[in-house]
């Protein structure tokens, strides 16, 4: 079975640039979340998506975050401009269903950023 | 809002040391709790998930515990190893769904 895939696997650009990140989850797994990880730190929650709707985005810094899933399967991040303190290792993870205490979840290798 | 914290921070050991990784969080309503592995530069591996209606969960050389009232868990890894080092997450899934994550265990098994 093949795991989550994430890509590029690194980014360096500079500030007020833009970048976008891919995550294409464990085919059949309708959850699919966005973390960030500043060093030192614990994954943080971005955004969490079920199929092609959002759960929560609570935490997205919408005036330069975006995410989307248009078809449920595969999702872009992106953000513009980017800031010195978005430095961090964006990661993808999903799972099965949304709801059930026995749902792992699954992480793909993240996307190191530098931004410089 | 959910809090969970790890402690301690880092961790060094000699090998073969039985060890134990703690984990607290602040709302016991919880639906599970899963215990993650993170190499340096890369994601995160799942090692053992306990729902909430479990005590414990086994894998290998890896135990973990959860007191759902008390709002603690703890990893122990028996006899460590140096392929162990790494740093340890644990996630709490609370009532909202949202896995929340403690800043981590970063765990040195040294020959």
């Known amino acids: 079975e093949a795991g989550v895939a994430q890509s590029p696997r690194y980014k360096i650009i500079e500030k007020r640039q833009s970048v976008a990140f891919w995550c294409n989850p464990i085919?059949?797994?309708?959850?699919l979340y966005w973390y960030q990880q500043i060093l030192g730190q614990g994954p943080k929650l971005l955004i969490q998506?079920?199929?092609?709707?959002?759960?929560?985005d609570s935490q997205l810094p919408k005036d330069r975050f975006s995410a989307e899933r248009l078809k449920g399967v595969d999702s872009t991040l992106k953000i513009q401009p980017a800031k010195l303190e978005d430095s961090a290792v964006y990661l993808c993870?999903?799972?099965?269903?949304?709801?059930?205490?026995?749902?792992?979840?699954?992480f793909g290798s993240g996307t190191q950023l530098s931004v410089l | 809002k959910q809090e969970v914290t790890q402690i301690p921070a880092a961790l060094s050991v000699p090998e073969g040391e039985n060890l134990v990784l703690n984990c607290s969080f602040t709302?016991?309503?919880?639906?599970?709790l899963q215990w993650f592995r993170q190499d340096p530069g890369k994601g995160l591996t799942s090692l053992l998930l306990?729902?909430?209606?479990?005590r414990e969960q086994t894998s290998g050389r890896l135990n973990a515990s959860l007191d759902k009232s008390s709002g603690r868990s703890t990893l122990y890894i028996a006899a460590s190893q140096p392929g162990d080092s790494a740093t340890y997450l644990c996630?709490?899934?609370?009532?909202?769904?949202?896995?929340?994550f403690g800043r981590g265990t970063s765990l040195i098994v040294h020959p």
């Open positions: 993870a999903s799972s099965s269903h949304l709801q059930g205490a026995n749902e792992k979840l699954f």
């Open positions: 085919s059949g797994h309708a959850t």
């Open positions: 998506f079920q199929n092609n709707g959002v759960v929560d």
């Open positions: 709302d016991s309503a919880i639906y599970n």
């Open positions: 306990i729902q909430s209606s479990q």
């Open positions: 996630a709490v899934m609370g009532g909202s769904y949202i896995p929340t």
